[in-house]
């Protein structure tokens, strides 16, 4: 049973500072991880997805990185601004079926003016 | 591209009553998925469909809980004899079939409260 943990539970920064935010995963046989932003009683905002055969994504400010084998996962943001005050889940499937996410408690980010 | 809808977005009721929240997906989407999610935890999987099909159920599911997808298009997940402990964010979600690289898109969920 695929299980996923999120380090650290909460985060506060200055803006303008560069943070990571981690996510390790038990069972590495993935086909994806997925990132995503949940703003207070919302949804999910997808923000990258990484195929297992992939290192890295980026979309603007945003890295993320994967390392399978060490089942690790990073989210890079750089230049943090109030606006990404969010939650940052991850999620991966596991045991080779595709379609079945299970997700982490999450990182409660809080960026400073 | 409208994006992952869900109706209602709040529903309060009382215990011992049936609610019904409806999910209408992503349009060009084969695959739809319903999650559960707690106050300080992520979404739990609950339930996911293949055009019309079922395919797979957790056991979170309860008895209590059936999901439909006629014909393979908007979703809906009926809560019967709701108790206090079903009180949650329901989350609907869909995407393509791929085997990789095609990533879930979340509705705005669906906030249960049971009084």
């Known amino acids: 049973k695929q299980e996923v943990t999120q380090i650290p539970a909460a985060l506060s920064v200055p803006e303008g500072e560069n943070l990571v935010l981690n996510c390790s995963f038990t069972d590495s046989a993935i086909y994806n991880l997925q990132w995503f932003r949940q703003d207070p009683g919302k949804g999910l905002t997808s923000l990258l997805l990484i195929q297992s055969s992939q290192r890295e994504q980026t979309s603007g400010r945003l890295n993320a990185s994967l390392d399978k084998s060490s089942g690790r996962s990073t989210l890079y943001i750089a230049a943090s601004q109030p606006g990404d005050s969010a939650t940052y889940l991850c999620?991966?499937?596991?045991?080779?079926?595709?379609?079945?996410?299970?997700f982490g408690k999450g990182t409660l980010l809080t960026v400073n003016p | 591209d409208t994006g992952v809808s869900q109706n209602p977005r709040h529903k309060i009721t009382k215990r011992g009553q049936n609610v019904t929240f409806r999910c209408d997906p992503i349009?060009?989407?084969?695959?739809l998925y319903w999650y559960r999610q707690t106050l300080g935890q992520g979404p739990e999987f609950l339930t996911y469909?293949?055009?019309?099909?079922?395919?797979?159920k957790s056991r979170l599911l309860s008895d209590r809980f059936s999901a439909e997808r006629p014909k393979g298009s908007f979703s809906t997940l009926e809560i019967q004899r709701t108790e206090q402990g079903d009180s949650a964010m329901y989350l609907c979600?869909?995407?393509?079939?791929?085997?990789?690289?095609?990533?879930?898109?979340f509705g705005p969920g669906t906030r249960l409260t049971v009084l």
């Open positions: 999620a991966s499937d596991s045991g080779g079926s595709n379609y079945k996410l299970t």
């Open positions: 469909f293949q055009n019309e099909a079922q395919l797979e």
């Open positions: 979600a869909s995407s393509l079939s791929r085997l990789a690289g095609s990533p879930q898109y």
């Open positions: 349009s060009e989407h084969n695959r």
